[in-house]
């Protein structure tokens, strides 16, 4: 494995590492005092300010301040590297041919540079999925309860599509909404919406039953439940039996909605970019 790290290093010992990083193919993060500029389907600038620039060698280039997990700048994979050192400054060039872009980083001060050899790990595998969860559920309807019998997947509904649409052994409709993880008030709050569409469509006398699918769940989420005529069944995703040695229920609460978060995709979007 290859790794080197520059301390505030000069603009031509930065370029010079540069170049032979971009030639070895490694994954190179700058850090410096340093300004901005996209020029393509639009343009931004940014001022002076330190930053974290990430060069990948797949062509991507990612800006980074102190805020939020997104960059503010990026080009994308498949664009091209340069680097060279004029005015006084480093420059660090990210170009795309199609559509044409260019994205300038020009650093007044390098405080850190490091090149490293990163490899493997390309291909995630995505273990106790909610499509774990839900196979288990169809492999096995008895997991949720006896008799319990699924009709359709992904049902649409005036609130979403719900995760399994079914009926238990007395033929009432019952609407199973699945999560890989413990879960808070929001997924309970979720499950509820979809029963009261059910309600709407089907009548109002009609009986519809609700059941939170999860490995596990807080105690506010609990008592919501119940609050609300709602179930809930303890399913690990990776193994489709109930937790070994975890509790369904317990104090500590969710900070944020990640399970309405791991639906949602990250489309990395900034001003002035691809």
Known sequence: MHATTLHRPT???????????FERGDLVTVFGRCTV??????????????????????????VHTDEKRTPVNWQPPGSEHHASVRDGRLRVRGTRRNPAETLDVHFEQVHQFSALSVTGGRDLDLHGSEEDLRQHVLDDPSLVESGFIPLETERESAAGPMDIYGEDGDGTPVVVELKRRRVGP???SQLQRYVEALHRELGDESEVRGILVAPSVTDRTSALLDE??????????????????????GDSEETQNTE????????GDSEGTS
């Open 11 to 21: 603009h031509r010992e930065t370029l010079w590492e540069l170049e032979e990083a």
């Open 37 to 62: 500029d996209y020029d393509g389907r639009a343009t931004s600038s940014l001022g002076s300010g330190n930053r974290l620039v990430i060069l990948k060698p797949d062509g991507s280039t990612l």
């Open 186 to 188: 929001s997924a309970a």
């Open 228 to 249: 609300e005529g709602l179930e809930f069944v303890a399913l690990d995703p990776d193994t489709g039996r109930p937790p070994d040695g975890d509790t369904a229920t």
């Open 260 to 267: 309405e978060t791991e639906k949602t995709a990250d489309t």
